[in-house]
């Protein structure tokens, strides 16, 4: 373990030379295996059937559970969240602009962007680090057609008022629901709001198709037209009515879903019992703090949240990044800079920032730590007591570190890695 007290030489610590705490990296978002053996009984299920896409019947039971879930009437399974936003807001005839978060994945806006629709961005609420309603109003313009709340770390928007002020405003309202699989806001199932909802089944999402989306939504004609979108507008055997992509998710990653979904109350736990650990292991290490969950709400835990304040804690988020990746704890910087910091925004918004101001302090402050069935307690633990330690000798690190302009370690810590 690594010296805490103040005159112990820092040359412990692996960013000047020590070893690494940990021999295989620590990795925020590896993803959660389920049970292996149904998963391969699937797949071989899959070959004999010799139906491999094109809503075949793991598709179609996964599009079932993931209704079920989320509470809404179609569920619509595609190949990735990304092409999932796309196809709504196209189906939904979304143009002009659309106001989104900043802070986000770059995904929100790309699907946007990709369709000539300007992304908007709205400020956050400092404290749960969602799109704060009130400041939605004052961006609609007369060009403005929609509304994309993000239902960030599974903590879902202010649903309610952004209803209001879609409904009174005549606009569509979205959800980016891509971290909110098996959650509830105020008690009712996420993906049951607004025109539709959108999540993600990524390898790194807590239930995972390996890669995968879906849309979900109470619009009977929505999800006609969505059903269509995505299968290049096929309504039957060479009879196309509508312009269309491919969106369609394989069986392979139904598959997965369907094992992943059967191990999300395991899973759940285990994020549950994850995040708890963290929180206490840091309580009281001055200028950290672990973005609490609402724990009235059915949650899936899926990130555990850092925010680092300065000033408090005496060091800048990017130090205490360095520190932690050269002990390969690869904690990652989600969502900055910021999607307006960001190509082709950046240049279409030069001074986007300057009306952003919760995003901007948030995005500099901001660490995700490793969670998930991968990470075990004792790693936490360890974790934990690297940070206490780095926050209690701050200001020699600080000094030595200096500003952290050099690029982290790459490939040599990487997952496969091990010394
Ligand atoms: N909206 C929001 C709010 C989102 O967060 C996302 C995705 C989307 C929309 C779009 O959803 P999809 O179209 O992807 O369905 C990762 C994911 O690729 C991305 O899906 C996710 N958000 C985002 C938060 O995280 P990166 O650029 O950080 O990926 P990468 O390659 O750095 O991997 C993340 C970590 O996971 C690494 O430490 C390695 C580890 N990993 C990754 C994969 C794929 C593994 O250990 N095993 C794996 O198989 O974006």
């Not at 602009?97 to 400020?123: G, K, M, N, S, Y």
């Not at 191990?263 to 672990?290: E, K």
């Amino acid at each position: 373990m690594l010296p805490s007290s103040p005159d112990a030489s820092l040359d412990e610590f692996a960013v000047f030379g020590g070893s690494p705490q940990f021999l295989d990296a620590l990795h925020v978002g590896r993803p959660n295996v389920g049970d292996r053996r149904r998963f391969i009984e699937r797949i071989e299920q899959m070959l004999d059937n010799r139906w491999f896409s094109n809503g075949g019947p793991f598709v179609r039971e996964f599009e079932r559970r993931v209704s079920e879930v989320a509470g809404a009437r179609h569920a619509i399974a595609l190949c990735n969240a990304t092409v999932g936003l796309e196809i709504v807001t196209r189906a939904l005839g979304l143009s002009g602009e659309v106001i989104v978060p900043a802070f986000t994945f770059v995904a929100t806006a790309h699907a946007l962007q990709w369709q000539q629709i300007t992304p908007v961005f709205c400020d956050i609420d400092p404290r749960t680090h969602l799109i704060d309603p009130a400041r939605v109003e004052s961006l609609i313009t007369p060009r403005t057609t929609g509304v994309l709340g993000v239902h960030l770390w599974g903590a879902g928007c202010d649903v309610d008022a952004l209803s209001e002020i879609a409904r009174r405003r005549g606009l569509r309202l979205l959800f980016d629901a891509s971290h909110a699989f098996g959650c509830t806001f105020q008690g009712r199932p996420i993906g049951s709001f607004g025109d539709a909802e959108v999540f993600s089944f990524h390898a790194t999402k807590f239930v995972n198709s390996l890669e995968g989306g879906a849309i979900v939504t109470n619009d009977d004609e929505l999800a006609r037209k969505i059903r269509l979108m995505k299968n290049f507008g096929f309504e039957s055997f060479d009879a196309v009515t509508y312009v269309g992509t491919n969106g369609k998710m394989t069986e392979a990653a139904a598959a997965m879903g369907i094992t992943s979904i059967e191990s999300m109350d395991d899973i759940i736990a285990t994020n549950r019992r994850n995040h708890q650990r963290y929180a206490r292991g840091l309580q009281g290490v001055p200028g950290i703090r672990v973005l609490p969950y609402d724990e009235r709400e059915r949650l899936n835990y899926q990130y555990v949240v850092l925010e680092v304040d300065p000033v408090e804690s005496g060091l800048h988020r990017d130090q205490l990044q360095r520190v932690l990746w050269f002990e390969r704890v690869l904690a990652r910087r989600y969502f900055y800079p910021g999607v307006h910091r960001m190509e082709p925004y950046r240049s279409h918004f030069p001074h986007a920032s300057l009306l952003l101001p919760q995003t901007e302090r948030l995005c500099s402050r901001i660490l995700s730590l490793p969670t998930g069935t991968a990470v075990d307690e004792a790693s936490i633990d360890v974790v934990c007591a690297l940070i206490r330690t780095a926050i209690g000798r701050a200001a020699a690190l600080s000094q030595r570190l200096g500003h952290p302009a050099t690029p982290l370690p790459g490939p040599p810590y990487d997952s496969t890695s091990s010394r």
